[in-house]
């Protein structure tokens, strides 16, 4: 499950419950065969009228919107013929406050209902998956219940499994649900301290430890001060404690209607047998009812609202320079799709990179040290987003007046038409691709849902080509002059937010809520508190309590025999251009070029491998010989994709040894080859790296978004960390992460005394980098189309060097571990984990069934459903790197104590063959997930390079099919020797680390890299 958060920076997601890749259940007797069926409008199918067919040839499929007469509810079905079938149930759902009342419906109705009375029917499904995706999610005004699966048995009981959760959920009868998914009063014994516990109060203070979500909010609120998208819908952790039971249930009474539910199906489907069970088994048992789904909008301002808005630094951070400018437009553009995809395209042209003009005008005025805008089309009234890191409160004024002269000189003097062209090159390239990703079906029906609600009509997002073409007609008459003078000169509905950091802010959140749950227990009558400790033993019980064996035979399994068992192979042809290794991949790409180009950098010395990671972060960002920065990013623009990352292979089944690359990305149209490979050549030959300023400005941006990264990804850090314990590679990976961070920090406090030391170093690793010794590139692209990728490759192998270079063989001095990494963070990431090999075990299909089990029977019950945390899993890579990982977990030891007790777990662990056969299911289907031909190219490449080969692959699958309960036994005593190695990771807050310290051998502030020793 997933939170849709109002407005990001970089449209990410937050990531809820469980975001399942895979998902399954049982199937039924019978197989629904997927027919070709011609409907006539205005006639009744199973309950389901036909109001309107539609052909949308840009999405290769036909809209036929239908009426569920007796209930109410909307179907939108997406014919065509894609054997990836979607489904989602959505529902107008909008919040009335902070405390989170749709996001815990969302949770709740996933754990039980009439008809899968187990207390969690997903966790139960999870185990014999052969889905592709399956999920919830909380959006602002609406919640959305999607999965999708190319198998027809799974795509029926999915849909039931579905219908039956948000129709007829136990959570309606039995309190513990909304304990344990919403909040509770958490009392061990009598004398213990109160505390709030449960998964989506968890959840939330994890998401409320970003700055940018605390932004969002400040945002919401200062445009939409009257509609309830000034609510925080996933819930405020200050508020969500004031929810009860009581308003949950009446507030899905009122909502959880088929007369309020938008549902979606796509693809290949026998549409009339699933209209008939839908009408049979759900919606025929419903009369219709009046449910107001209008959004109400926000009456336009007179003037721009100002707003001041804080967010938490750690006590004894510098705050200079660190508060956010964010200057916010409402612009009312649902059903003017010419201008949303409009707006869409002057974020590109204007404000998308550092180096685009109005970004890069804001730099270089030193105003903030970098820039990030967005424009967020899933509400009723969209949101443009401008928002300076890296700046000064007290330049607010400065900064509108900036905007002001700047969006002034766009309407008078326009805009470039290089940028102008190269935006229209990109957004070809991305609409091509689109058509090939695997799962564009799920994307399609967010899109349709989205136009259902806010425009009445479920196809008006699901295509852009003719408004491209109608703003092409409309360049000349100045298209985008007027797009800014409307929507951001004239427009005074807009807010600026002044977001500041405040010193010590979350520990006095925090003293607050332990001050206030002390109060109230001070209050308490010693009946009230022994009652307390009762309802806290009481859940745990009901935790505990294992679900019956009728439950669970009422959750129907798969056959081996039930799924295509079948991988499909992706082709790879060895060929070489210039000495040079290519490794050819032909599938259908719609006429888009996916090409890879792993330099190797071995021939780079360990003390210089920091600049393989400022490389990729400059290089494309500077000017070159020919063009300045502003013209590079135009230039990019007209590639379609480029980007420069380092990477590391290890090779298959040893964490010891691995085979660094600095890895060039490029995705353009097959007919911008020459182009594009001309781009790449004067990024890798030409880039200028001898600019001071522009080094110095950009070394500020690159610490800015790490800060960004480090704070929203901390299960990546912890888990990155504790890999850097374990084994070369991990070391080697880590110089790019924390290491890598410590370095820009130094950079940016010394760069005017490091300057010239700064660019001899890149000068000089980039030489090392961009040589053909070694170089292999991958290209994924239409067979036809090969040809002209050789013509323009031949091209630039010939310009890059062919140096015989020294080697270096790494010797990293890490033996540090079992570190609290201190970050403003309200919950913790815990990983823990050994190297299997130094243990006297190797590799196995059956550690994946391993991993599945540990996670699914044992860590999410442990950890997440009695625990509260998000969630938890246990994995071992080929390599052999063994690790349990916790994510937003309100514990810290109690959760290294579960991890202790997997092996007490194994050894009383007991399946039965169709048990077994039910993991295994979904663990065939993970590794066949919908994948885009780019990312099949580039596994196919990571693989050739990591050494492993197709029979690998055969002998893992059959280790996988092959397993049996006590094989997974059997490795008991590997997981209980894990646990004496006691090799741990700990990201979390000041106050929880200190209160452990005794765990750790350091605890490392890491936004300012400073160290504590206990």
């Known amino acids: 499950m997933k939170i849709l958060k109002k407005l990001l920076l970089k449209k990410s997601w937050i990531a809820c419950i469980i975001c399942i890749n895979i998902i399954s259940i049982n199937m039924p007797a019978t197989v629904h065969s997927e027919v070709t069926t011609t409907l006539s409008l205005g006639q009744t199918y199973s309950g389901f009228r036909l109001m309107s067919e539609k052909p949308l040839a840009e999405i290769n499929s036909t809209a036929m919107v239908f009426q569920h007469i007796k209930s109410g509810a909307r179907l939108l079905y997406l ?43 997903l966790m139960q499904i999870m185990k014999d998956s052969v889905s592709n995706y399956a999920n919830a999610i909380t959006f602002n005004d609406r919640t959305e219940y999607p999965f999708a699966t190319n198998n027809s048995k799974d795509f029926r009981n999915l849909m039931g499994i579905y219908m039956d959760a948000v129709f007829c959920p136990n959570f309606r009868k039995d309190s513990k649900i909304f304990s344990q998914e919403g909040w509770h009063y958490d009392l061990a014994t009598k004398d213990a301290d109160l505390t709030y516990n449960g998964v989506v109060y968890n959840e939330m203070k994890g998401n409320y430890s970003s700055p940018e979500v605390i932004l969002q909010d400040a945002i919401m609120k200062s445009l939409f001060p009257d509609t309830l998208y000034r609510f925080e819908a996933g819930g405020d952790p200050q508020a969500i404690p004031q929810l009860t039971r009581d308003k949950t249930l009446e507030t899905y009474y009122k909502y959880y209607t088929p007369s309020n539910s938008y549902i979606y199906l796509y693809g290949k489907l026998d549409i009339l047998d699933n209209l008939k069970f839908l009408d049979g088994s759900y919606l025929g048992k419903f009369h219709k009812k009046e449910v107001i789904t209008t959004i109400e909008v926000q009456k336009p301002f007179f003037q721009r609202q100002e707003k001041d808005a804080e967010y938490s630094v750690p006590i004894g951070s510098d705050t200079k320079n660190k508060s956010y400018l964010s200057l916010n437009y409402a612009v009312n553009i ?74 002034a000189g766009i309407v008078k003097n326009g805009i470039d ?62 298209y985008f002059q007027k797009l800014v003078q409307k929507y951001f000169i004239d427009n005074k509905h807009s807010s600026l937010i002044v977001f500041k950091p405040k010193v010590g802010l979350q520990e006095e959140m925090d003293a607050k809520v332990k001050k206030s749950l002390a109060d109230y227990k001070s209050k308490l009558s010693a009946k009230d508190i022994d009652e307390l400790v009762k309802q806290t033993k009481d859940l745990k019980t009901w935790q505990d309590t294992p679900d019956s064996k009728k439950a669970l035979s009422a959750i129907p399994t798969l056959l081996l025999s039930d799924i295509n068992t079948n991988t499909e192979k992706t082709p790879q042809i060895e060929k070489k251009i210039d000495k040079v290794k290519i490794l050819e991949h032909p599938l259908y790409t719609n006429k888009v070029a996916y090409m890879n180009m792993y330099f190797d950098t071995s021939t780079v010395p360990q003390d210089k491998l920091q600049y393989l990671y400022l490389l990729s972060n400059i290089i494309g960002r500077i000017d070159t010989d020919k063009h300045n920065a502003t013209e590079v990013y135009n230039e990019l623009l007209n590639v379609g994709g480029l980007c420069f990352t380092p990477s590391v292979i290890p090779k298959f089944k040893d964490n010891t040894v691995y085979y660094p690359k600095f890895v060039v990305s490029c995705s353009t149209l097959t007919d911008n080859l020459p182009n594009a490979i001309n781009v790449i050549s004067e990024l890798i030959n030409n880039s200028k790296m001898d600019n001071k300023a522009q080094l110095k400005n950009l070394v500020r941006s690159i610490k800015d978004s790490l800060v960004g990264s480090i704070i929203n990804t901390p299960n990546s850090v912890s888990n990155t960390r504790i890999q ?258 006691n090799i741990y990771c700990v990201v979390g807050g000041n106050e929880r680390l200190q209160q452990n310290k005794s765990l750790f051998t350091k605890i490392i502030d890491v936004l300012t890299a400073g160290i504590s020793y206990n």
């Open 417 to 478: 038409k290089q940028t102008i062209t190269s935006v229209f090159n990109l957004a070809e390239t991305s609409i091509r691709a689109q058509k090939t990703v695997g799962n564009k079906g799920l994307g399609y029906g967010e899109n349709a849902i989205a136009g259902w609600m806010y425009t009445g009509d479920p196809t008006t997002y699901l295509g852009f080509e003719e408004n491209l073409a109608n703003i092409k007609k409309s360049i000349d008459t100045g």
């Open 724 to 981: 850097s314990y374990l084994s070369p590679l991990g070391q080697y990976n880590e110089t790019g992460d924390l290491q890598f961070y410590k370095f820009i920090l130094d950079l940016d406090a010394n760069f005017d005394f490091k300057a010239e030391e700064v660019i001899n170093n890149l000068k000089a690793v980039s030489g090392l980098v961009f040589n053909k010794e070694n170089l292999i590139v991958g290209v994924t692209i239409d067979p036809d189309q090969y040809n002209k990728f050789e013509q323009s490759l031949a091209t630039l192998l010939s310009q890059i060097p062919n140096r015989k270079l020294k080697v270096y063989n790494y010797k990293f001095n890490n033996t540090t571990k079992n570190e609290g990494l201190m970050l403003p963070s309200q919950v913790q990431y815990i990983a823990k984990g050994y190297d299997i090999n130094k243990l006297g075990y190797k590799y196995n299909g059956a550690m994946e069934v391993l991993g599945k089990i540990l996670t699914t029977e044992y860590l999410m019950n442990e950890v997440r459903e009695k625990g509260g945390a998000y969630g938890a899993s246990f994995s071992i890579s080929p390599q052999g790197t063994a690790m349990f990982s916790s994510y937003r977990d309100p514990n810290l030891k109690e959760t290294l104590k579960i991890f202790d007790k997997s092996g007490d777990f194994l050894r009383k662990f007991k399946a039965d063959d169709t048990q077994m056969t039910s993991y295994i299911l979904g663990l065939i289907n993970s590794k066949d997930t919908l994948l885009d031909p780019s990312t099949k190219g580039a596994i196919e490449d990571y693989g050739y390079i990591s050494g492993k080969v197709e029979q690998d692959s055969t002998k893992i699958f059959n280790e996988i099919i092959n397993t049996k309960a006590e094989d997974i036994r059997a490795y008991a005593p590997m997981m209980e020797a894990i646990a004496k190695q």
């Open 79 to 121: 014919k065509n013929e894609d054997q990836n079938k979607v489904f989602s149930i959505n529902f107008y759902t909008p919040p009335s406050d902070d405390k989170g009342v749709n996001h815990v419906i969302e949770h709740s109705v996933l754990y039980g209902s009439e008809k899968y009375p187990v207390k969690s029917p």
């Open 334 to 407: 649902n059903k003017n799709m010419d201008d949303m995809l409009g707006l869409q395209l002057l974020n590109l042209m204007l404000f998308a990179s550092d180096t685009s003009p109005i970004s890069n005008a804001i730099i270089q005025s030193g105003l903030g040290s970098s820039v990030q805008s967005n424009l967020n089309t899933n509400l009723a009234e969209p949101v443009f987003q401008i928002t300076v890191n890296g700046a000064e409160a007290t330049n607010k004024d400065k900064f509108l007046q900036f905007m002001d002269l700047n969006l």
